[in-house]
Structures are given as C-alpha cells and as structure tokens.
C-alpha cells in the first residue's frame, strides 16, 4: 500500500460522519486478489488473529461449557501465533511470515463474572486474562464505559500490575477525546490510550489505526470523553500520519456496532488494506469451518445469503479491502491470513483464512491455559457459584430473556417480571426517597442481558445477575407530560423490525403499534427530529379493570402527568429515551437487586413467578398492529 501502488493520494473531505449500509447486500468472498497482481509471489504473509465482543464471558461459552473460556482461548491464540510463524511456509504464502493479535472491544461487560472482578478489585479478573492473551493493540467499545470511565482506566492499570510480565497494548480509537476525564488524560498522555499505533513483527511495521461508534453517548455512559462524529475523516487523519512516515501496511480495528456499517465506511476511506468490526457479533465462515454446535453462519440482510469470512468492500481508489468479524464470548479466534508485496500492497487473502473456534472437546480440543485458569477462571467460578446456590424463588414458566426474536422486538414475561420489579420497587421506597410512587414502568430491552430462556424451575441470585448486568440504579421521574410519554414509547418501537436495546418491556400500562407507520426520530438531546405515528393507543392500568386511556388513535388525550419508574440509564436520556432532562431519583436500589427482591419478598411475588401471573408470551402489554 505504498504510495506508488495508488493514484496520487487526495486528502478527503469526509465532515459528515457514517451512514448505516444496510441496504448494501453483504457478498461474501472467501479469497481475493485486489491492488496488485494476484500471481506476484508474496513479499511477506501476515496472520492478523482477533476477536471481538468477548463481554467477560470468562468460564465459557453461555450454554455451551466444553466451548469458549477464556483459558482455552488463550492457548489457542498462543497455538495459531506459532503455528504462523514456525515450520514450512504454506503454498502461496511468504517465506517472510508475522503474526499479530487484535481486539474490536466490548472487552468487559457487566453480569456475574465482571462483578467477581468488581468484588475483587483491580486488577480485575477481565484484565488478568486479557493481559495474557498479549494483544498487540485494542479497540475501545460501547461497553468499555457502562460503569464509566474510571472502571475503564482500572480495567487498563490492571494489566500493568497483574503479575503476567506483558506490557500493557495500546488502546485505539480516532474519534474519542479523553481529556475530559483526568485519569483516561494521563493514560492518553503515557501512550497507553492512542488515535494509532505501529506494531512491529518480524522487521516489519504495521499501522492499526481505532474507531468507536459515534453512538456511545447514547448507548452506555462516557461521562466527559467526547465522541467525535467524523469517523471516516479522523481516521483517514490517522492513516494518512502514517503513510507519511512509510507504514504502509494498515489495519483498522472499529467497534462500530455491526459489520455493515465498516462496509459503508471503507469506500470513504484509501490505504487501509484491512478492516476488523467489532459489536455485531456476526459470524462469518465458510463451508467447512468447524463452529461451536447451534452457532449458524449470520446471513446478509438483504439477499439472505450466508455471510463468508472475509467479507470485502470498495475503498475510495477502487482496491478491494477484506472487512472480517466474530462471534463473541471467547467462541472464536478470528484468523486473517493476508499475502503482501513488497510495497505493502495487498495480493490475496489466503484460503487458510476463517473462524477457529474454541473447543475443549475433540477433535480439536486444546488445553486450558494453566495459569488463567488457576488465576482467574477458578476464583470467578467459585464466586458465581455462590450466586448460583442462593435460590430466590421458583418460576412455573420457561422466561423468555433471548434478544431477536425477544425482549429487544416484542412483549415478553421476563420483560414484563423485569418491568413490574422497577414498578413495585419504585413504589416500596418512593416514601424512603421523598418522590411520588411510580404508576409505570419502563425497562429497556437492552438492559435484559441474559439472551437465554431461563427453564422453569429454581430462580437463583446468578440468574438475577444475568438477567439484570448492569449497574444500573431503579429512578423514578416523577411527572412526565403524556406526549412526552408517547414520544418515550414511540422512542421504544422506532427501530422496529430491526432488534435494539431501546425496545421497551413496560409495566403499568399496555399499548398498541404499527410498525408500518412513521417512526419517530431524536438527537441524542432527546429532541425530536421526525415524530413517530407508530404509537396509536395507550391504556394506564388504573386498577379499575378498565384502564385510563391516555393515547386513543394517535392522539394524545389531556390529562395529568405520571411518575414513571426505569433505570438511570435511561432516564438520563440512553438509548435516546426523550426524557430531555426531567427531574428523576435513584431509589437506593440496583435493578437486579430490585428483580431479586420482587421474586423473593412476600409483599412482592413471594418466591413464586406463576405461569398465571407471566404465560409464555406475554399478556398482551404490547401489541404490534401493524
């Protein structure tokens, strides 16, 4: 990718930020020649292994304990970086071989494990683990900031002190401002926390250059980090820094939510030779890759075909960029195998290339590495397994708590057990906090973390703790105008048909929607752009059987405010819930305490959640009309 294989460069003018693709079918190509001639023989064979979206699943992949772990992921990764670079090389590779190891972030996530480490302190047992995987460099994702950003500059420190000698990677994003917040600053200004950074393998230089959705603000909690919007402009920035300085070999590692969107952004950008997404948890493979049992290969959405590993996308000089992604949980090592020129031109992806998963059965089971497991995935066990003993209650019904179809498309009975413990919650300590008792309830889909059905039988404090991850603090809004309630409930149903984390499960009232109507369009200030008419009527559960209706038609029908219970997160505008700075108070209670709490206390449930109280399905809260 040297200046002399592509036209005389242009700086772009790229001011308007990254637009979705999704209408752009996905094709799949399993290996490709692109800039230069596909018969020249490599000049050097670089193996880019990755992941993505490894969310502290740490002891295994969910309902599938002989796959995933991250002790058999990093012997694995261990395993593909020598297997790279020693012995033979294969036919069509260089004899000049390397070898580095990536992440697209969402590297930790809240729920039962990442709260051992919370339990534990630093350095967490997410970074004990990661810093022995030895990436040579990290994206930084949504999640990073659930628990804002001092927890993500503990996350970091910790690699430095955790006793496994590696240096701490380089964090990379080109469109995050971290001065704001004073330790994130003094990362920044130590080298750790980077716009792009140059690994060098085997006497060669290789540029890695970071993105993160412009979306964060919105979807987790930055506090003071800004999130600049001009993605494709602040990273050709970056690219063109180190053309400049003769990198001419570039790979770009985004965590920009789904892989269509690094699709849109390639034909934006030039001299990238690889770009790896992060935040879809896509699986791409081809026909003879070996995949965890139940994983299928995720299908382009627009022609329905499945999606091959790697994808390929168009750059702004018409060279053809390899765009790859995994599964996440520790389910897969994502391997790249890329042949080079001796410009740094990209000659073909080879066919070795595509998905490795991690398997601890045979016949291609590898070992768990010996010190993580003794370090870090046996105390998490042992902690997750005292959660997993204190039995709350019991459920008569399978809980439905799977994403698509599921709590973030539809009317659910975890959904409505999770939106009723916000709403009972709120009411039992509004009088403690000094607000008025809640009469609804709001729970966003994207807050119910578990992605399982959880099987009737015992309901335990894990199982709360996956259902209920976050840090997220039970608050109660306590007058909420009624259009301001329709544009919260429009909010909830406006990406309908596609699975997002602002679909709302709702207590307290039921409504009805039609999806083929307008949907509603907001800032992330909460101020609507485009009002939504999918909302057509809405009923307050008065407790006289019959209901106040507040939406009939459409039309907003006057009448008083209502308190509305949800978690902070939401009420301080995430998932852009129109709330637009509405007084709220936190009640003293985390959501999944709020959820343990209501299953167990005999003023609540009292240990029982009956298949009368939450059938399969739902009970009619939420009715799609349309």
Known sequence: ?????????????????????????????????????????PAFTLTILHNNDGESKLLGAPGQPDYGGIARFV?????????????????????????????????????????ASLNKGVPYYDSLALSEVGYDAMAIGNHEFDFGPDVLADFIEGFSI????????PFVSANLDVSGEPRLAALAQDGTIVASTVVRERGERIGVVGATTPLLPAISSPRNVKVLDDVAGLVQDQVDTLTRERVNKIVLISHLQNVAEDRALVPMLREV????????????ANEDDPLVPGDTVSVDPVTGEPLRYPLHATDADGVDVPIVTTSGDYKYVGRLVVNFDRRGSVLSVDDASGPVR???????????????????VEPVQAFVDTLAENVVGQAEVALEGRRDPGVRTQETNLGNLLADALLWSGQQHAAEFGVVPPQVALQNGGGIRNNTLIPAGPLTELDTFAVAAF???????????????????ENAVSRIPLADGRFAQVAGLSFTYDATRTAQEVDDAGTVLTPGDRVRTVTLDDGTGEGTVIVQDGQVVDGPGIAVATNDFSARGGDQYPFRGLPFTTV??????????????????????????????????ITRAG
């Open 1 to 41: 990718m040297a200046a002399t294989a592509h036209p005389p460069r242009r700086r772009a003018l790229l001011g308007v930020g990254l637009a979705v693709a999704v209408a752009v079918p996905l094709i799949g190509i399993a290996s490709s020649a692109t800039a230069s001639d596909g018969h020249a023989r």
């Open 75 to 115: 012997s694995l990764v261990d395993q593909l970086r020598h297997d790279a670079t020693h012995g033979r090389a294969a036919a069509g590779q260089g004899r000049h071989r390397g070898a580095i190891v990536l992440s697209s972030g969402d590297n930790y996530l809240a729920g039962p494990e990442f709260t």
């Open 162 to 169: 955790g006793g496994f000698g590696r240096e701490t990677p």
């Open 273 to 284: 030779d690889v770009a790896i997404a992060g935040g879809g948890d896509e699986l791409l």
């Open 358 to 376: 991690v398997s601890g059965v045979a016949p291609d089971a590898v070992e768990p590495d010996r010190s993580v497991q003794s370090r870090v």
């Open 471 to 489: 840090a997220n603090f039970v608050s109660v809004v306590p007058e909420v105008p009624r259009a301001q309630i329709k544009e919260l409930l």
């Open 588 to 621: 003293g209670i985390t959501y999944q305490q709020a959820l343990a709490d209501y299953i167990a206390n005999p003023e609540g449930l009292g240990g029982t959640v009956s298949a009368t109280d939450y059938p399969e399905g739902g009970e009619g809260r």
